[in-house]
């Protein structure tokens, strides 16, 4: 975490005091309108992210990681989705107060977005080298013939062998990595501030996940952009990120640095995601799983979301809905229990 | 791609072979073409005889189809039933049909593209669904009826086009009966048009397209419309064909002496070289937009061009 | 809630003279050169679903759908005067009073005369009968030969599949206007079944593809191959896993089909190819009518918007049927 213009004391507070997040994340919500009822996606999700930073958006399907992630990119689809509430501060300026043009040019130029399916994602009839050249076509102006140098260049930057030859070629024609590299190579293309990679190694084979995220974090580190990766893969997380945020039912419920994550969830759904992963040293013991489902976001349970699955449960958790509580520095916990959790923990 | 061609033609011989042989089949074995050519008077049986054999119609059906296909790859169709030569019929009545259909397919595709992509980018609101539910009355009223009607409102009433078209067949006159020919396949290419962008705009590439921060038209029109216009290609392919087959209630409504005037005449005197010698060509103009709509695949989708 | 939006788009070609009496997407995905590639495109053919519960669902869905009500009624409506046509015009569709030639609406006979004196009104209701007639009978045909064609050849493969292909290429090779007006100029009877006859011969075509697509996506599904890797015989797949998955299909395309049949017999009895009188026909009156248009336009209009309504209501009938049973909108 090398900061250019480096601050006397680094620690995380002070650090924060002296820059400004690249992007802050405020009480954001979105809410689907669909025939059977709205849909509180996203439900007060408030996160930050610095240059050079790695933030994890960690949760199930249907906690809407992805939603916030797309409300920041400004990619929602609308209708059946709205944005009902919130501020995403960027580099100073509330995106939400922008024009329709003034966010067009910082979408792709100075954030970009990496998909999870990059068949389905990349056009099938365009060459890649089109794609690519079409970032700078389009935010640069250049000719496309330039275009097309610059996008051999990117090939070449995310190692796909024999990029001059390839960069004719169709999406279809490339390998599931390649491809992904392809979409790492879009998104970086403008030199952007920030990246949202949304499941980037989820669609992979395992061999090919850690290529491709080691190749995102050495580019990441390189270009020291932040970089807020949404997965739901808890093993993903724990090599690459710096600050966890854990999503669940529309809310985050615990924000913390990686390894105090680890080490003390101060969630008790947290610490059911951390039980459920298999490990070496407890072979033959029954895996741990959370019980129940995740609820139907047209009816969320009253009082804290998480409470009908929740170990802890207790009469406070059916009523009243928990605050964010500060359990640390830099460290949150929606949680009533939260102390309790901690120190069970440990 | 050479070899797929190769392939394609092949496979169209047989089917060639099999309508020709069965509209042939319809003409000279179910009709009688001596018995038409006297018409309501009963031939001399002797006369009747020798002009068979000159016509070479005592032979057996297959024999008489090889003996006129080879007629017709030497470019003999035949004589017509005022003693014109069909070829001379050809002539004059394909380029008339040609221009009515062309007329007809830029119609079709123009509106119907617009209409589609207008629809289809608001699904589920008031425009898309009057556009569908208009779509599907246009379908349902058969074109002898939407012809008469446009003729008797347009041509009698308002006066804004000619009710029937000048023999020198201007293309200013064939607006009218263009539109009425293109009626039917124009609701088809608004509906396909409208389902395929419904589809795809939701698709994840689109997605992608957006947050690479390309302004709206050019997501529209590079990205989105691209991809939904594959299967509106192909339908208008097969369908020029089909167009100027259907080109004949079109002609009858408003007096255009072309193809379908020429068949129906044929048709109604049972002058069998005229019809059969048409159908072959009109079956072979269909084979071949089909071939050229295969291939317009291979270029517009690379998944295909490198399968 | 309307809001048609399958692939299989354009339908029934009846009277465009189109060779193809179908061009949907289940064809336009046949031509495409090789199988479309894995994970491109929408899939062929319509996706295997659960029959029982997308047939109850689908009625659930039929029965709160305006259009699917509405056009009900109305064919409901058509085929009781069809069968009926006494119940609501009591005079006699023959009787003619050259007197009374060409003569608009007046009281008792709301539509007026055509060119031989005789009543439009009384002529549009019998007219009912030919059209759904040679709608059901054709449709009928057109959809058992298909399917059992088609059906056999998709689960089959191999040679007959082949063979059953090509000849349903050269059947869709023939211009079917054309068709049939060559066809039907050599048969003198007057009765529908030649016109039936024609349709079943050029219709076929169009279900035997449909059938075929459905036969050969169901034949992939897991369950299928489950149940055939546990012994299950030719006849017990077909009948029992297969078969289901076909009908819905088979029903929707047929059910559309049947509006451009009538649309193609009015067309073919337009142009003198068709019908014969004495039989009424909508086609006929409306050829018979239309060198007045200008004159007596009421001659035209009323069995021209007869037919047109009923066309209408099977192609809504069968578009409202095909939103319902296409799970991909669920």
New interface residues.
Partial sequence: MTHQEAAPEPTGTAAAVAEPPLLDVRDLRVEFRTRDGVAKAVNGVSYHVARGQTLAVLGESGSGKSVTAQAV?G?L?SPPGFLTGGEIVFQGRDLLTLRREER??????KM??I?Q?A?????????VGAQLG??FQ??EGVSRKEARARAVELMERVKIPAARERVGD?P??FSGGMRQRIMIA?ALALGPDLIIADEPTTALDVTVQAQVMDLLAELQRELTMGLILITHDLGVVADVADTIAVMYAGRIVETAPVHQLYKAPAHPYTRGLLDSIPRLDQKGRQLYAIKGMPPNLTAVPPGCPFHPRCPLVRDVCRTDPPPLYEVGPGRTSACHFWKETLDGAR | MGRYVIRRLLQMIPVFIGSTFLIFFMVYALGDPVAAMFGERAPDPATAAQIRRELYLDAPLWKQYLHYMGQIFQGNFGTAFNGQSVIELMVSAFPVTLRLTVVAVVIEMVVGVVLGVFSGLRRGRGIDTSVLVLTLVVVSIPTFVSGYLLQFLFGVQWGWAAPSVSPEVPLNELLLPGLVLALVSLAYVTRLTRTSIAENV????V?????????RH?VIT??LL??SL?PVVTFIGTDIGALMGGAIVTERIFNIHGVGYQLYQGILRQNSPTVVGFVTILVLVFLLANLLVDLLYAV????IR?A | MPEPSVPKEAIGHGDGGSAALALGEAESLERRPGAA?P??GPPGGVPAGKPRSLWSDAWHDLCRNPVFVVSALVIVFLVIIAIWPQLIATGNPYRADLAKAQQGSQPGHPFGFDTQGRDVYTRVVYGARASITVGVCATTGAALLGSLLGGLAGFFGGWSDTLLSRIADIFFGIPVILGGLVFLSMVASTTVWPVVGFIVLLGWPQVSRIARGSVVTAKQNDYVQAARALGAGNGRMLLRHIAPNAVAPVIVVATIALGTFIALEATLSYLGAGLKPPTISWGIDISTASPYIRSAPHMLLWPAGALSITVLAFIMLGDAVRDALDPKLR
């Fill in positions: 990119m990619i689809d067009r040019r910082i979408r792709g130029a970009a977005m998909f399916d068949l389905s994602s990349l056009n099938p009839v365009l060459s079409e970032m389009v935010h169709y279809h024609q879009m | 939701r698709a994840d590439y997605r992608t397209a957006v947050a690479k921060g390309l302004p050019r590079r990205h691209r991809n594959i517009l989708d690379p998944r490198y | 590639p994970g491109a």
